[in-house]
């Protein structure tokens, strides 16, 4: 048989593809031209397509193990390639055993993401239900796995293919509006401004969701607020654990401390900073320079100061209401007794939810977000220009952007990196 076109060095490869051992069962997955070859060489007989068979696996006359075999000829297979599972006792000496055989065969265990890469090149998965695959297998909390699956089922490209085909449409109004031999200039534009608008608002929305990466990483909360405000016992307390040094001290906190802490399912990081003066000590006064960059950089701050406002990313917080009666506009919380902690909690979920996906829709990475960015830019630069044909050069020039990242530019600089975060057997 043939390598296959995206296989050009022929190669066949095998990996475990369960999980870690021992364990009851164990999972070799193989995947190539060569991978008929190698089942019939331990098993013998291959068993009819897709329909599991007990065998004695041997090698070279010696019995390696008794398990269930399944053979997936090409091209209706994860990969596009011929493939081959052995399903065998989770056994360390078992696996290790086969391996030895395997590569006497000829073949070679596989790199981090191979199958995965194989399957992208021979067209069974497209980039982003890679992205989506690598972001499940790391999906810790409820929403990373809702937002994972959405992706991995291919919700990010349907959707650009959608507004792909719109912005076609109002290309199409607009090359009739050029075209339009009247002079009623008002109706030839409410022929496709009202399509622009609407789009506009739908890749506004898009933009200003929580990034991919956002989600995958977890929310930053910074707390902040004056030596002694009973940051670090608050940070304790929502983390439920002892993360931070509580000391009476002023300046106890000199650094960025996090923890990662997951709440109503949502990802979040914890952020315990320096308290907030005019510092003497050059270390405390570095403390506090880190503590005013995660005021700009956290989606969500508990601004433990008196002068606290709320807005959209702010919930101001009296942090030691077991002492002390909380100040106007703060919500009363006290790290001692767990009094308002599970108000706090309720109002930082209800931010979270804020900036998150709703039911059905996606968050975009990077390499998406600055295609939706540029999009955006044209049909801003489309809207408010008085010239038409200006005007459906940008509608023209948001399609060819996204065009480019359907179409995959620039996936060679990435793919290294996204595959090297899936296991062996992927």
């Known amino acids: 048989m043939e390598a296959a076109p995206n296989n050009p060095a022929g190669d066949t490869i095998f990996a475990l593809s369960s999980g870690a051992l021992p364990s009851a069962i164990a999972i070799i997955r193989i995947s190539g031209a060569r991978a008929r070859d190698a089942l019939e060489a331990l098993a013998g007989i291959i068993p009819q397509p ?32 011929d493939l081959a599972e052995l399903h065998l006792h989770g056994s360390r000496a078992v696996v290790e055993a086969c391996y030895a055989a395997l590569r006497r065969l000829g073949l070679r265990l596989a790199d981090p993401g191979e199958f995965t890469r194989r399957a992208l090149f021979n067209g069974k998965m497209d980039l982003a239900a890679v992205e989506g695959l690598a972001d499940l297998l790391a ?3 409820e929403s990373q796995r809702r937002d994972a699956i959405r992706r991995q089922r291919g919700a990010v490209p349907r959707l650009l293919v959608g507004w792909r085909n719109r912005l076609t449409l109002i290309s199409a109004a607009m090359e009739a509006a050029i075209d339009y031999d009247g002079e009623d200039e008002v109706a030839e534009q409410d022929a496709w401004s009202p399509l622009v608008d609407k789009l506009l608002a739908e890749m506004e929305r898009a933009i200003g969701l ?14 902040l607020g004056p030596p002694n405000a009973g940051k670090s016992s608050l940070f304790n307390a929502l983390a439920g654990r002892d993360a931070a040094i509580v000391s009476d001290i002023a300046g106890t906190t000199r ?8 709440i109503d399912g949502i990802p979040f990081v914890l952020i315990d900073t320096a308290g907030l003066r005019d510092a003497v000590d050059p270390i405390e006064r570095i403390g506090v320079s880190r503590a005013l960059d995660e005021d700009d950089l956290a989606q969500i701050r508990i601004d433990l100061r008196a002068d606290a406002r709320e807005d959209v990313r702010t919930i101001a917080v009296s942090s030691k209401a077991d002492i ?4 106007p506009g703060h919500l009363a919380v006290s790290a001692l007794d767990g009094r308002g902690l599970d108000d706090l909690q309720r109002r930082i979920v209800a931010m979270a939810r804020a900036i998150l996906p709703d039911e059905g829709e996606v968050t975009f990475d990077r ?13 801003i630069a489309a809207r408010g220009g008085a010239d038409l044909v200006l005007a459906a050069e940008h509608i023209r020039r948001a399609g060819r952007v996204l065009d480019a990242v359907l179409g995959g530019d620039g996936v060679e600089d990435m793919l ?7 296991c062996l057997g992927k």
């Open 50 to 81: 897709r329909q599991a068979a007990l065998r004695t696996l041997r090698d070279a006359g010696d019995v390696l193990d008794e398990g269930m075999i399944l053979w997936f000829p090409a091209p209706r297979t994860v990969t596009g390639e």
């Open 139 to 141: 999906a810790e909390t």
């Open 210 to 223: 929580a990034p991919a990466e956002r989600l995958r990483d977890g929310i930053r909360i910074a707390i």
């Open 255 to 262: 650094d960025v401390i996090e923890a990662p802490v997951a």
């Open 324 to 327: 002390a009666d909380p100040l």
């Open 367 to 379: 390499r998406y977000r600055e295609a939706l960015f540029a999009v955006r830019d044209e049909l």
């Open 416 to 422: 290294d990196a996204l595959f090297g975060r899936f």
